[in-house]
């Protein structure tokens, strides 16, 4: 089957531009066919954007909220009728698998929708003030108002899902938006952001192509009220650093951990890491990372996932008989070839997988994993279950905690005082029982803890997080 080549563009102020930047062109990681060609857009253009965002900040604020509810509706609808093409172009630009792509779209449209609705929900308070009622009598009312400009950038992984995440409560709050998405996906990218110009009035939200030196403008202009940011951990310092007092929402690093009790149902303990492990081949924040399995129960659970593993079918992510396609990009790929050189260097073995051709890289279980290793203290994002042994809960908490990150973890055990003992220690923004860590729920709040990000997002996290209170008060006595 040939495929087209997209061209994408900038969308600035209601406007199609060719960017005035470098040329940027995204090949298959699968076979290296030309996917997406794009020029990126210039400091100017960036600048143009912004002042595009900002002038349409107050009458977006002001529309009715029903008014934005139905854009939000309006922008799911649109994505969801194109889905057959956006998952196409997904796959062949990051190399997902097809089915993989169509759940990452599932996600972007009920993200849009949930955030419509949740703006018919934001709600303020009012309070009656402290004050004695003879002397300065007070009635306050507290309002989540936008707060204006907002900027993003989203990674390749889910180049739908988590655009949407962000982009639907911020436009649903009543801010304007200039996005920036992924380098390594632009052609997706460039399909959302022709749903978003059908469905939002121009300069509503604005799209720029481009790499870092793009975002890091954003981050910094006196424009931008707020910069919302999803990626790696390294970069979200940067952020935080460049940003000064700015408003931030950042999604980061994780290192998951797993832990496996002596009493768990192995089976399920297995299927569930060996999912959340090379799902997107592992290139996943939420990715089972560790998995910390109790020395009684250690061999078994070696043999279950080594079983699973055998079992995953490589291959064109466009067959739809694949069910873990390659990896996205020589970066990823080669930082998990190092972890796992590095573990072998200090005395793991690898029990199953770890060879590679091109830019797929086998499923890989690895053993004898400790905590002096790369892989047991940093993010792998590769399709790897790096196992740990332990002999009581105390040491299976102080692993879990040693890493920097704290994202999501994951708890199997048929004691639900154990489970609720180690859920309350991890030191994780999302604990699981009994399920994988690859999962995030739409209506619950999701974010890390330490180095894994600033605020959450999903749930009634969303619109309050692109919104500030204001207070308003009024002396009752006049």
């Known amino acids: 089957m040939i495929e087209n080549v997209i061209t ?3 969308w600035i102020a209601g406007e199609w531009r060719d960017g005035d930047g470098n040329d940027i062109s995204r090949h298959n990681p699968f076979n290296d066919d030309l996917v997406t060609n794009v020029r990126a857009a210039t400091i100017s253009q960036a600048d143009a954007a912004v002042a595009a965002a900002s002038a349409a900040r107050r009458d977006w604020a002001a529309a009715p909220a029903l008014a934005r509810t139905k854009a939000m509706h309006h922008a799911g609808d649109l994505l969801h009728a194109r889905r057959d093409e956006v998952a196409r172009v997904m796959t062949r630009e990051m190399g997902k698998t097809l089915a993989e792509s169509y759940e990452d779209i599932e996600y972007g449209v009920d993200d849009l929708k949930m ?12 309070v009656q003030g402290t004050s004695s009622d003879t002397i300065d009598p007070k009635r306050v009312i507290v309002q989540n108002v936008p707060v204006g400009v907002v900027g993003l950038a989203t990674p390749w992984n889910f180049p739908i899902a988590i655009p949407c995440e962000l982009l639907g409560p911020s436009l649903a709050s009543g801010n304007t938006v200039v996005w920036k998405p992924s380098e390594l ?3 997706t990218g460039h399909l959302l952001a022709e749903v978003l110009a059908q469905a939002f009035p121009p300069g509503v939200v604005n799209v720029l192509h481009g790499r870092g030196d793009v975002g890091a403008h954003l981050v910094t202009h006196p424009k931008v009220d707020m910069f919302g940011f999803v990626g790696s951990t390294a970069t979200g310092e940067a952020i935080a650093r460049a940003a000064g007092v700015k408003k931030l929402l950042l999604e980061l690093g994780g290192n998951g951990p797993v832990v496996v ?22 290139q996943v924040c939420t990715a089972t990372e560790r998995v910390l399995v109790h020395e009684s129960v250690h061999d078994r659970f070696v043999e279950r996932v080594t079983v699973l593993s055998k079992r995953v079918v490589g291959g064109d992510p466009l067959d739809e008989r694949t069910t873990m396609g390659p990896m996205c990009f020589p970066g990823s790929f080669d930082k998990t070839r190092a972890h796992l050189e590095d573990a072998v260097a200090k005395g793991a073995t690898i029990v199953f997988g770890g060879g590679h051709h091109g830019l797929y890289h086998e499923p890989t279980v690895i053993t004898g994993v400790t905590s002096d290793m790369a892989i047991a203290q940093d993010e792998t994002f590769g399709p790897v279950v790096p196992i740990m042994r332990f002999s ?14 704290g994202l999501q973890a994951a708890v199997f055990t048929e004691s639900v005082s154990k489970a609720w003992q180690l859920a309350e220690a991890i030191d ?13 729920e739409l209506l619950a709040p ?8 600033i605020g959450r997002i999903l749930g009634v996290s969303s619109p309050v997080a692109f919104t500030n209170q204001k207070q308003i008060t009024f002396d009752v006595s006049k």
């Not at 955030?115 to 009012?126: I, M, S, T, Y």
């Not at 009790?261 to 592992?282: C, F, K, M, N, R």
């Not at 009581?392 to 990150?405: F, K, L, M, R």
Request: contains cysteine; proline residues 3%.
């Open 261 to 282: 009790l002596e009493d768990a149902d192995i089976d399920a303990a297995a299927e569930a890491t060996v999912y959340s492990a090379y799902y997107t081949s592992g």
């Open 392 to 405: 009581s809960i105390e040491q299976a908490i102080d692993v879990a905690n040693e890493t920097p990150y």
């Open 115 to 126: 955030a419509g609705d949740d703006a018919l929900r934001l709600l303020g308070q009012f």
């Open 8 to 10: 994408a563009k900038n």
């Open 428 to 440: 994780c923004g999302t604990v699981h029982v009994n399920g994988t860590t690859n999962h995030w």
């Open 446 to 453: 999701f974010g890390g803890m330490k180095k894994s990000g």
């Open 185 to 187: 996906a632009p052609g």
